[in-house]
């Protein structure tokens, strides 16, 4: 049985927001696996039934939805996101 991504960013290409998401992870240092939901037909369907959310980027942490980049930012804000990342296996 494979383990799934520790970090899922659901995105498309061209989303301002899904950018500053890519650059919140990427300066934390976490690897993430990117799905866009354009490229790939059932991602949009799977991230909808995930997040009940059908705007991107949503972005998860295990099985935990953290919500979109400005739901991100806020526990980066918080000083909360750290604490979450550190989970990771």
């Known amino acids: 049985m494979s383990q799934a991504p520790a970090v899922v960013l659901y995105a498309t290409?061209?989303?301002?927001?899904?950018?500053?998401?890519?650059?919140l992870l990427t300066a934390k240092?976490?690897?993430?696996?990117?799905?866009?939901?354009?490229?790939?037909?059932?991602?949009?369907?799977?991230?909808?039934?995930?997040?009940?959310r059908s705007s991107v980027p949503q972005i998860f942490v295990g099985?935990?939805?953290?919500?979109?980049?400005d739901d991100t930012k806020a526990l980066d804000d918080q000083g909360l996101l750290d604490s979450i990342l550190q989970r990771l296996p």
């Open 13 to 23: 290409s061209w989303c301002p927001y899904c950018t500053r998401a890519r650059a």
């Open 29 to 52: 240092g976490v690897a993430f696996t990117e799905i866009d939901i354009e490229a790939t037909p059932s991602a949009r369907a799977e991230m909808q039934a995930r997040s009940g």
């Open 63 to 69: 099985e935990r939805h953290l919500g979109g980049f």
